[in-house]
């Protein structure tokens, strides 16, 4: 799955948008994750990919439930 395909770019919208629900600016969720700022800025322009493990620790920083997120994607889990 590249940085273009639109399952992706759908997860990266939702963390994006849970993250600005919840009030948490991008300086905060990078260090509650123990990583730079630019590292939230890079995913959330699509300039850096997570991975599964990633994606589960931002989503709970955020106050999503990652399944939930998951859920509301309504990934068919077929490769395209």
Avoid: H
């Avoid at 709970?60 to 939930?68: F, H, I, R, S, Y």
């Amino acid at each position: 799955m590249s940085l273009r395909d639109p399952q992706y770019r759908a997860a990266i919208d939702l963390l994006s948008a849970a993250r600005r629900r919840s009030g948490v600016t991008q300086a905060q969720l990078a260090d509650s994750l123990g990583k730079p700022q630019s590292f939230v800025s890079k995913f959330e322009r699509f300039e850096r990919r997570l991975d599964i493990a990633e994606y589960v620790r931002i989503a709970n920083a955020v106050g999503l439930d990652p399944d939930e997120g998951c859920r509301a994607l309504r990934w068919t889990g077929s490769a395209q």
